[in-house]
């Protein structure tokens, strides 16, 4: 495959370039030449390969997770520490040269936990999860954390309750017009929108008290399935407990940017910025119903009501009829240790370049779906490796296999890990592949871009279990049925894969070491969700989610072939004709952002001018007009569109190279000079960093992807430009238009410096000859 193909094809009218499934019909004829690799590795990489992905077995990914999730295992417990001694030595029996990585950080757990409704009615959440008589692991309550959201503040308050729907920036924007203040009130907000660590914050900006958080039918209950145990569907009583931390910065709370070891310095417990500042409560739809139907007031506009059967108001309603709440939650402040199980295959011709792969241990209760249905998959690849070693496959790089305990409470264990090990990490890594919970249905795929031509080629290696066809076509089939950018799905040779932001334990990797990294896993089918309960169990996972457990081994087939193939390859396969696609895409996104936030002024000051929001205000339930503001000003984005640009020539230029030393059957591949161009190649992510890290979050060095300060785990690109956009704070947005075309300049020279090491190889010297 020629991959500046990409490049080329916008260049051409639609019917000159080739339908894309004939493209992978043709490969299967004649064996095709992997990305990276001379023509003698390349087959026998494709044979090792296809003895690999006959190798995992479901029924073994059963019983690693029936195994793991039979008991409680979240940070600090007996058998999160029994389960890390287990893979342990499950690794060192497989072969594998395996040890458990310690740290100590501070993990909270609930010491007190009260909701009460005070007036004008009685009621006390129950704050419990019921046992299930058909779930043989529900009773385990003496093991089981109650329901809490970790790193909330301690505090005792009263105060009258709102409604503020998922309690996102924009649900206080539309508070405000219809002239409710949370000031001095307990905010009650549903799941959902954001990630739950921002609404509190949101809150706590607002002036509010306290926050209850509450899942709601229409999420993931009877809304969406049957309620459990009949059907997947959240019941009543069921309840999302989970990690509120600021995202400031990921890992322990007391070692920001440092390994969390026995002895390192920590800050005080009140120093760290990224506890709450307020308290905060998770609770079920049982205890939301009395709450919610006490709250008088007005009316909640139509997008803010949920699937309880009662009138949602928005409060706080005045006098005697205000519902009003005392909360009260107190936490153990305690240090725990995390165990992080490591284990290494060494490289036989490239010790020293890693491969790295993860996914979690740690759970909220029992976990069966998250994370033991990724846990589970990936011993099950490690079992495989380790038998495929012993029948001769040596890889040429080392192969580094982590399951990472603490991920729940703020992916502790791997930032740890990667902060302890982040100078090693950045002579070494070639790749972090992660997954996490895993499911039924379609592929996804997220990651650096420099790495989407590269999964994307592993993924038509790779049969879905239930149609047949290969994970990357029913992927390209459920795109094109999803109905967006229908042409360009159909004809771009590779499927977009989306950025990372926050969510699980790449982000340390990414935006921290500046290590490409991927996200896998399979889902989409099947509905309703026991997410962070006391049924997300084995009873519930093997009788709603992959029951067969075939997209357990879907899983361990795509990620194993993905660490084989980028271990054994000549040259990192790594393709920066995508990155730079993508990156122009950003640039015009945010050049648009700034004008739709421009159109978008204009026209409500227009209207304010113009009476329409007086005009359209219902006397008896008023809504005020939005507040005028003052147009943004235009912003200088030539240093990005500069940025960009060379870029993507730098690319063009390297994937040239590229194609000049495949000819010939890959000679200049297998040449003895080939591990300088990928030593230039590994430096390539971490041009794009800023080592000052994004204007208000020095953390997060990476400037082309970061997660959303006001969004958790969704994704910001060119996150120091476009976050100040959407924030109007415009000298910042005005600096960061220059600092990152900066750095995708900076991004440009580092691929011309591996470009130009390859040329030196080829016996071509880098004349582009046919393939
Ligand atoms: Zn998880």
Same mark, same amino acid.
């Given at each position: ?9 916008a ?20 064996p095709?030449?992997?990305? &990276?690799?001379?023509r ?22 059963? $019983?690693?997770?029936?195994?793991l999730? #039979? ?7 007996p058998?999160? @520490? ?5 893979m ?27 909701v ?12 419990k999860?019921?046992?299930v ?8 309550t003496?093991?089981?954390l109650?329901?809490?959201?970790a790193y909330? =503040? ?5 105060g ?11 649900d206080?924007?539309?508070l ?11 905010v009650?907000?549903?799941y ?7 609404k509190?914050?949101?809150a706590?900006?607002h ?16 809304g ?34 440092? =390994? ?13 910025p990224?506890?709450?500042k ?7 739809y049982a ?5 919610l139907?006490?709250?008088t007031?007005?009316? #909640?506009?139509?997008?803010?009501r949920g ?9 706080p309603?005045?006098?005697a ?17 995390l ?6 295959i ?11 792969? =993860? ?12 994370p033991?249905s990724?846990?589970s998959?990936? *011993?099950?690849?490690?079992r495989?490796? &380790?038998?495929? @070693?012993?029948q001769?496959?040596?890889? @040429? ?9 603490? $991920? $729940?409470?703020?992916l ?6 990667v ?17 996490d ?12 871009h =420099? ?12 049969k ?5 066809i290969?994970?990357?076509?029913r ?5 094109i049925?999803?109905?967006?950018? @229908? ?14 932001g ?13 290590v ?14 026991? !997410? ?5 169990d ?6 709603? #989610? ?8 879907? %899983? ?10 980028m ?19 950003y640039?015009d996104?945010?050049?648009? %952002? ?48 500069n940025?960009?640009t ?6 063009? #230029? ?5 194609q000049?030393?495949?000819?010939n059957?890959g ?12 030593? *230039?190649?590994?430096?390539t ?7 000052? &890290? ?5 953390y ?12 958790? !785990?969704?994704v ?45 190889l ?10």
């Open positions: 495959m020629n991959p500046s193909r990409l490049l080329a094809i260049l051409l009218p639609t019917l000159i370039s080739p339908p894309p499934f004939a493209l992978a019909q043709q490969k299967a004829d004649a095709k030449l992997l990305d &990276g690799y001379s003698a590795a390349s087959d026998a990489e494709q044979g090792w390969e296809e003895k690999f992905r006959a190798m995992p077995v479901p029924d073994n990914v059963r $019983e690693n997770m029936r195994r999730s #039979a008991r409680p295992h979240n940070v600090g417990s058998y999160d @520490r029994d389960n890390a001694e287990w342990l030595s499950k690794f060192k029996e497989w072969g594998w040269d395996a040890e458990i990585e310690n740290f100590y950080v501070l993990f909270p757990t609930p010491k007190e936990r009260l009460e409704l005070v007036g004008p009615t009685k009621f006390t959440a129950s704050l999860e019921p046992v008589p058909e779930d043989p692991t529900s009773n385990q003496a093991e089981q109650p329901t809490y959201n909330s =503040g301690d505090g005792d308050v009263t009258p309750l709102v409604y503020v729907n998922y309690g996102t920036r924009e206080y924007e539309e405000d017009r219809l002239g409710i203040s949370v000031k001095g009130a307990i009650i907000a549903r959902g929108a954001a990630w739950r660590g921002i509190p914050k949101v706590a900006e002036g509010a008290l306290g926050c209850i958080i509450y899942s709601d039918p229409a999420q993931d209950g009877y969406v399935a049957e309620s459990f145990p009949k059907g997947a569907g959240r019941p009543k009583d069921g309840v999302q407990r989970g990690g509120v931390n600021d995202t400031a910065f990921p890992g322990d709370p007391l070692t920001p940017g440092v =390994g969390a070891t026995k002895d390192a310095k920590r800050l005080e417990i009140k120093d760290t990224i506890i709450t307020i308290p905060v409560i998770p609770i079920s205890d939301a119903t009395p709450l139907s006490a709250i007031g007005k009316v #909640a506009p139509a997008n803010w699937g309880l059967p009662i009138t949602y108001h928005i409060g309603g005045t006098g009829d205000a519902a009003k709440v005392h909360l009260k939650m107190f936490s153990n402040w305690d240090i725990k240790p165990y992080d199980v490591i284990a290494k060494p490289g036989s011709t490239e010790p020293d370049e890693w491969v790295i792969r =993860g996914n979690h241990h740690d759970a909220w209760v029992n976990g069966a779906e998250d033991i990724g846990a998959a990936e *011993l099950e690849e490690a495989a490796l &380790g038998e495929l @070693r012993k001769g496959w040596k890889p @040429r790089r080392t192969i580094v296999y982590c399951v990472w305990d603490g $991920e $729940e409470p703020g502790l264990g791997s930032t740890e890990w902060e302890t090990h982040v100078e090693e990490l950045q002579k070494k890594a070639v790749m972090y592949l992660n997954s919970s895993n499911g039924r249905g379609y592929l996804y795929m997220e990651g650096s =420099g790495l989407e031509h590269f999964i994307n080629g592993v993924a038509a290696d790779i879905d279990p239930e149609k047949g290969t994970a990357q076509q992927a390209r089939l459920a795109e049925a999803g109905g967006t950018e @229908r042409s360009e799905v159909r004809s771009r040779t590779d499927l977009r894969i989306d950025a990372l926050d969510g699980s334990d790449y982000v340390s990797f990414l935006d921290f070491a500046g490409p990294s991927l996200d896998i896993g399979f889902g989409g089918e099947g509905r309703g969700s026991e !997410y962070h309960s006391i049924y997300d084995y009873y519930w996972y093997s009788h709603f #989610a992959d029951t067969k457990f075939v997209y357990g081994r879907a %899983l361990a087939q795509t990620a194993g072939s993905a660490v084989m193939r271990a054994d390859a000549e040259l990192l396969p790594y393709n920066f004709a995508n990155t730079a696609e993508t990156v122009q895409g640039v996104e945010v050049k648009k %952002l700034l004008k739709t936030e421009q159109d978008d002024i204009a026209e409500k000051n227009k209207e304010i001018d113009e009476g329409v929001f007086d005009a359209t205000s219902d006397p008896e339930s008023p809504i005020a007009a939005p507040k005028r503001e003052d147009a943004p000003p235009f912003l200088n984005f030539a240093p990005l569109e940025g960009a060379a870029l993507t020539a730098s690319a063009k #230029a390297y994937q040239a190279a590229v000049a030393a495949e000819a059957n000679a200049a591949l297998d040449a003895a000079g080939i591990d300088e161009v990928n030593q *230039l190649l590994m430096k992510e971490r041009a794009y960093f800023n080592p000052a &890290g994004l204007p208000e979050r020095s997060f060095k990476h400037q082309l992807y970061a997660p959303g300060a006001y969004t958790g !785990y969704g910001k690109t060119l996150p120091a430009v476009r976050e100040a956009i959407e924030q109007r704070k415009w000298s910042i947005a005005d600096s960061s238009t220059v600092s990152v075309g900066k750095v995708l300049i900076n991004g440009a020279a580092a691929i011309d410096a591996a470009t130009a090491r390859l040329k030196a080829s016996p071509s010297g880098g004349v582009v000859a046919g393939k």
